[in-house]
């Protein structure tokens, strides 16, 4: 059975760290491509991270810097670890698997919640 | 970059049809075909429901369909039903290698 299990979110002051874990069951993260996606309170989707099989990476431009995607094969898990955060940081945070080209998102796990606030 | 847009809100009876549009640039939905569409029941995780404009997963009824012209890309329901409503996100694939999603539109049904 397909599973994307996110953990590692939490309430966390501006400037701090946090590290998002997403693991996967049913098929190999080492396959295909995966990304983040993140949705603030009450609003919309936003794009974060992919990270390709051959592990060439992306980051939206509002994260580039701060943020970092990892893959872990043996543990079949990707990464977000997450630095300088920021207020406008706090969102849920979705992982999801790709499907063939442009990044199509067509599994998603259920998402971890970030809060950033002092 | 700013979001793709979609209109806030768009309703329709049982049985009826609705379309979403969704705006953006030939930097993105005008310039690949890579333009899918997700729809997201409150307090769920967002499903894919058309893909490469126009392809559906499987599973996702023929009901939902999906089109292109120009910088513009449309989801259409048919068939309006009950459990259709949710909100519904376009996305894009973007010359900055990146994904663009809409802003959302809400479907509610009569």
């Known amino acids: 059975e397909l599973q994307l299990v996110e953990s590692g979110g939490g309430l966390v002051q501006p400037g701090g760290s946090l590290r998002l874990s997403c693991a996967a069951s049913?098929?190999?993260?080492?396959?295909?491509?995966m990304s983040w996606v993140r949705q603030a309170p009450g609003k919309g989707l936003e794009w974060v991270s992919v990270?390709?099989?051959?592990?060439?990476?992306y980051y939206a431009d509002s994260v580039k810097g701060r943020f970092t995607i990892s893959r872990h094969n043996s543990e079949n898990t990707v990464s977000l670890q997450m630095d300088s955060l920021r207020v406008e940081d706090t969102a849920v945070y979705y992982c999801?698997?790709?499907?063939?080209?442009?990044?199509?998102?067509?599994?998603w796990g259920r998402g971890t919640l970030v809060t950033v606030s002092s | 970059q700013s979001a793709l847009t979609q209109p806030a809100s768009v309703s329709g009876s049982p049985g009826q049809s609705i379309t979403i549009s969704c705006t953006g640039t030939?930097?993105?939905?005008?310039?690949?075909?890579?333009v899918s569409w997700y729809q997201q029941h409150t307090g769920k995780a967002p499903k894919l429901m058309i893909y490469?404009?126009?392809t559906r997963p499987s599973g996702v009824p023929d009901r939902f369909s999906g089109s292109k012209s120009g910088n513009t890309a449309s989801l259409t329901i048919s068939g309006l039903q009950a459990e259709d409503e949710a909100d519904y996100y376009c996305?894009?694939?973007?010359?900055?290698?990146?994904?663009?999603f809409g802003g959302g539109t809400k479907l509610t049904v009569l």
């Open positions: 999801a698997r790709g499907l063939g080209p442009g990044i199509v998102l067509d599994f």
């Open positions: 049913g098929f190999a993260v080492t396959t295909t491509y």
């Open positions: 990270i390709y099989s051959g592990g060439t990476i």
């Open positions: 030939s930097s993105d939905v005008g310039g690949y075909n890579y």
């Open positions: 490469e404009v126009t």
């Open positions: 996305g894009s694939y973007t010359s900055s290698r990146t994904l663009l």
